[in-house]
Nanobody, 123 residues
Framework: QVQVVEAGGGMAQAGGSLRLSCSAT????????LAWFRQAPGKEREFVAG????????YYANSVKGRFTLSRDNAANTAYLQMDSLKPEDTAVYSC????????????????WGRGTQVTVSA
């Protein structure tokens, strides 16, 4: 089993930056893809970014492409989402998920989820 914990949420001004981390513990961590999803109040959860087990391939939603960067350090069992050029519409609860050999945008393929961390961007 894999346990997922997010950290690093908070507040930022538009144009600013935040870095989220996703720490995962448990067996076979390196066989899991990791992804970030977000959900704003009154909206459906949406995919943000995913990274494969080795960190050699990433996939981004069009809304964050060029602004967010996802990386992972398997020695530390941690993935990092660097968020730059933040916009008010990035405000949401961000959740990390782990999926066995999967890192794309279908949430049904993720087996383990963290509780989420709030990101608030002011204009």
């Amino acid at each position: 089993q894999v346990q997922v914990v997010e950290a690093g949420g908070g507040m930022a001004q538009a144009g600013g930056s935040l870095r989220l981390s996703c720490s995962a513990t448990g067996r076979s961590f390196t066989t899991y893809g990791l992804a970030w999803f977000r959900q704003a109040p009154g909206k459906e959860r949406e995919f943000v970014a995913g990274i494969n087990w080795s960190g050699t391939s990433t996939y981004y939603a069009n809304s964050v492409k060029g602004r967010f960067t996802l990386s992972r350090d398997n020695a530390a069992n941690t993935a990092y989402l660097q968020m730059d050029s933040l916009k008010p519409e990035d405000t949401a609860v961000y959740s990390c998920a782990a999926g066995h050999l999967y890192y794309r945008d279908n949430s049904e393929y993720y087996d383990y989820w963290g509780r989420g961390t709030q990101v608030t961007v002011s204009a």
